[in-house]
């Protein structure tokens, strides 16, 4: 009786594992959609086997461990192609409204550079129409009103782009302080020795998700808990412990800091990665040179046209007269040396036209007088010069400013085009990536059909044998009767 009752364990034993088995198989079934899950499978141990007579007898069968299917290499490729994926995505929306500010349609600043200056050649055919001067200064109003707005749209763009890393701080907190709670539940249960295998798949997602957001880089240490830190080494979660980043809005920009320990630093470009690096790098470098370059811009086009008119007289013979207003930080009038990044700074934001009377257009030269001592009513050398300047001037001997525009607009182009290579590229390599990893630790459901079928046999059979042991055990009892 002694070995049946063996047989009758070993039964009772493959029972429940085959039904643990199908249990396991179900859940991986009814995971097959989720992102992110690895799929489980059971993990089978015999039972220590005992002597009986001469030979040693198993025990049956038992499920040590339900593991998932992991592979840490690609986990690390997907996380670092999300860095680069989070980046590029990130700057596509920023770099599409910088490409509608400076586009390249009959409507923007090259356009009405033109305007001005072939009004000024209009006024040279007939220097002392009345109508040809208001025309004057209405497209040098129009000019104006065109830095001023476009130095207001650079400003709305940076504004977004504080909005924007702003709207992500909350989830990005959040995130960090799951996987600190994560890293205590996942160490609490495999202390024990299980495994916290849907625990790990959303800490896996997480770390992801904060690679592809700050730039994050993840690595697990020997007791299981997985430790996050920024691009410059700065922590965000060690252990069960999460720091939080801040935003600071006193400034004049936004900035970030993060608070670990008690400490709270500054966060800059170097310690970012992925979207807020890309949000980051346009507002603190590429508008500012865009910003840099339109000031250029509006500083020597004003600059220029201010000293050939101051040169030349109106029909009310006044001379002096600016047409636009001075530069903020203008020092010295060429020839001289080139003005500074810093004397340009709010050159574009502040150009206007300061002339109103339209006799006071210096459309002749001033040494040019009549008998009664009035600048000559038909004199237009000084127009005809004013005019010219857009062709004859170049600004650092290189470029007329339709040509200095151009280039300002080319960069934006080239590099909203260089973005949209480059995120393409990025997400066919995640998608790449992440395709693989479903191929060697998702859900297959073909192989999960094949593991059911082979489950329920395995079920059927160890039903099939305990039958068997009781028909047996009944017969025994039937003899001793």
Do not use: C, W
Not at 196 to 220: F, H, I, P, V, W
Not at 287 to 299: N, R
Not at 421 to 445: C, M, P, T, Y
């Amino acid at each position: 009786m002694a070995g049946l009752f063996n047989a009758l364990n070993s039964a009772r034993t493959s029972l429940e594992v085959s039904q643990k088995s199908i249990e396991i198989t179900g859940n991986n079934i009814a995971n097959v959609n989720t992102e992110g899950y690895s799929r489980q499978k059971a993990n089978y141990e015999t039972y220590p086997a005992m002597n009986f007579g001469d030979f040693f007898i198993g025990q049956g069968v038992k499920i040590s461990d339900v593991s998932r299917d992991h592979d840490v290499f690609i986990d690390a490729q997907i996380k670092q192609k999300a860095i680069d994926f989070g980046l590029q995505d990130a700057s596509t929306r920023p770099l599409s409204e910088l490409e509608s500010v400076f586009n390249i349609t009959e409507d923007n600043i090259s356009t009405d550079i033109d305007n001005f200056f072939d009004s000024l050649q209009e006024l040279s055919a007939d220097p002392s129409d009345l109508v040809q001067r208001n025309n004057v200064i209405l497209q040098g109003e129009v000019l104006a009103t065109s830095f001023n707005n476009t130095m207001n749209q650079l400003n709305s763009i940076k504004e977004n782009l504080n909005e924007t890393i702003l709207s992500k701080l909350d989830a990005v907190n959040a995130q960090i302080n799951e996987i600190a709670d994560l890293n205590d539940r996942i160490y609490s249960i495999e202390i024990h020795g299980q495994t916290a295998n849907s625990a790990r798949d959303q800490r896996d997602m997480l770390a992801k998700s904060l690679a592809q957001t700050l730039g994050a880089q993840s690595y697990e240490n020997d007791n299981g808990m997985l430790s996050v830190a920024l691009p410059g080494g700065m922590p965000l979660v060690q252990g069960n412990m999460a720091m939080t980043i801040t935003a600071d809005e006193s400034g004049a920009d936004l900035t970030l800091k993060l608070k670990a320990g008690g400490v709270t630093r500054d966060l800059t470009l170097k310690n970012m990665g992925g979207e807020f690096k890309g949000l980051m790098d346009i507002r603190d470098n590429f508008i500012p040179e865009l910003t840099a370059d339109m000031d250029k811009l509006a500083y020597e086009l004003s600059t220029q046209v201010n000293l050939q008119h101051q040169a030349g007289g109106g029909l009310d013979s006044s001379t002096g007269n600016l047409f636009f207003s001075i530069p903020p930080n203008y020092v010295a009038s060429p020839p001289g040396p080139a003005p500074t990044a810093t004397e340009y700074a709010g050159a574009a934001r502040q150009m206007s036209v300061v002339i109103t009377d339209p006799a006071k257009i210096a459309a002749g030269a001033a040494a040019t007088t009549s008998a009664s001592g009035t600048v000559a009513p038909g004199d237009n050398s000084n127009a005809l010069t004013l005019a010219n300047i857009a062709d004859t001037y170049l600004i650092g001997g290189v470029d007329n400013f339709n040509s200095l525009y151009g280039k300002v607009a080319a960069k934006v182009g080239v590099e909203s085009n260089q973005n949209q290579l480059s995120l393409k590229g990025a997400e066919d390599a995640l998608d790449q990536l992440e395709n693989f990893r479903d191929g060697l630790v998702g859900v297959s459901l073909e192989e999960e059909m094949i593991s059911l079928i082979q489950y329920q046999r395995g079920f059927e059979s160890s039903a099939k044998f305990l039958s068997t042991v009781d028909e047996m055990m009944t017969t025994i009892l039937d003899i001793k009767r």
